[in-house]
């Protein structure tokens, strides 16, 4: 998995209890998946394990993990 120094260094330091395999997961089999206006890609999938959504940010490549985090507002 490719990731962004921010992601390595700042997020990963806030959120340890990410699992690398969730957030492959959501890559693969996102629900709904998001262009913003900076071009970074925004990518939902429900994770069982803890009942909650993921939100993967990636760089516009699509596979350049910037941020993840459990997003309290997604909405199906």
Same mark, same amino acid.
């Not at 962004?4 to 690398?20: E, I, Q």
């Not at 492959?24 to 913003?36: A, D, F, G």
């Given at each position: !998995?490719?990731?962004?120094?921010?992601?390595?260094? @700042?997020?990963? !330091?806030?959120?340890?209890?990410?699992?690398?395999?969730?957030?492959?997961?959501?890559?693969?089999? @996102?629900?709904?998946?998001?262009?913003?206006?900076?071009?970074?890609?925004?990518?939902?999938? /429900?994770?069982?394990?803890?009942?909650?959504?993921?939100?993967?940010?990636?760089? @516009?490549?699509?596979?350049?993990?910037?941020?993840? /985090?459990?997003?309290?507002? /997604?909405? !199906?």
């Amino acid at each position: !998995m490719k990731t962004t120094d921010y992601f390595r260094t @700042s997020v990963m !330091m806030r959120r340890p209890d990410l699992k690398a395999e969730w957030i492959e997961y959501v890559l693969n089999n @996102s629900v709904r998946m998001v262009i913003q206006p900076n071009g970074r890609v925004r990518r939902w999938a /429900f994770i069982p394990e803890v009942e909650k959504y993921l939100r993967v940010v990636t760089e @516009s490549d699509g596979e350049t993990v910037h941020n993840a /985090f459990f997003d309290r507002r /997604f909405r !199906m």
